[in-house]
């Protein structure tokens, strides 16, 4: 059986469990995929991992497009996604519908789990340095190094987890709040594309076809991404 090796970010891989499968009955390509945050899959195609597919954000993509590691006129964006704030299961869900509600969120939580590597990590960073709340929140924060921040609700380390929305999906046992509000957050865009140095360059492209395709927009809708 033809297998066809997709890197990705974290964000497709609630998504992906389903249209993998699908793809597969379709084709008869198995599709061999791997999950990490977008840093750390930069560095491992940077340190020559074989692959024929990688999903990044936009700006990751757009990086190894630059370093002639991936094939530029094969680059689509897939989906876009939001960073959201999540509680334990049966918690209450605190006002982040507002600046000045989600700071007061903030602030009143325990410990805020966020991750190091991750696009969502990078940008609540930034969000509470420009909040002015940061050092504040990360004397207390449960940074998370790779992974799904919401598992630190489980275990009760945190009070509240952020990340991308269809990576908290992916944790069970927890509840999504919602979006961090949309005036606050730029989308990161998660885009696909072939690896110059792809084996299987065929089941690739056909891969990147169904994944590109109108067909797919209720899997991403139902995993938190928006098409």
Sequence with gaps: MEK????????????????????????????????????????????????DLVILTREGLDEV??????????????????????????????DIGSEAALRKALLAARSVAYSRLGASGVYFAQLIVRMGIAAEI??????????????????????????QISELKQVEGIEVVGPIPYDLQTPAVFSAGRIASAKQADAADRLLRYLASPEVVPVLRQSGLEP
Excluded: C, W
Aim: glycine share 8%; hydrophobic share 50%.
């Design 138 to 163: 990360n004397a207390r924060a449960t940074i998370v190094e790779q992974g799904f921040t919401a598992q630190r609700l489980v275990t009760g380390e945190a009070d509240l987890a952020v990340q």
């Design 65 to 94: 497009i630059a370093e002639g590691r991936v094939i530029a006129s094969s680059a689509a964006d897939l989906a876009r996604s939001y960073a959201g704030i999540a509680v334990r299961a049966g918690q209450a869900h605190p």
């Design 4 to 51: 066809v090796r997709m890197l990705s970010t974290l964000g497709l891989m609630g998504a992906m469990r389903s249209l993998s499968s699908a793809f597969e009955a379709e084709t008869g390509i198995l599709v061999d995929a791997d999950f990490a945050p977008t840093l750390a899959l930069l560095k491992r195609l940077r340190d020559g991992e074989a692959a």
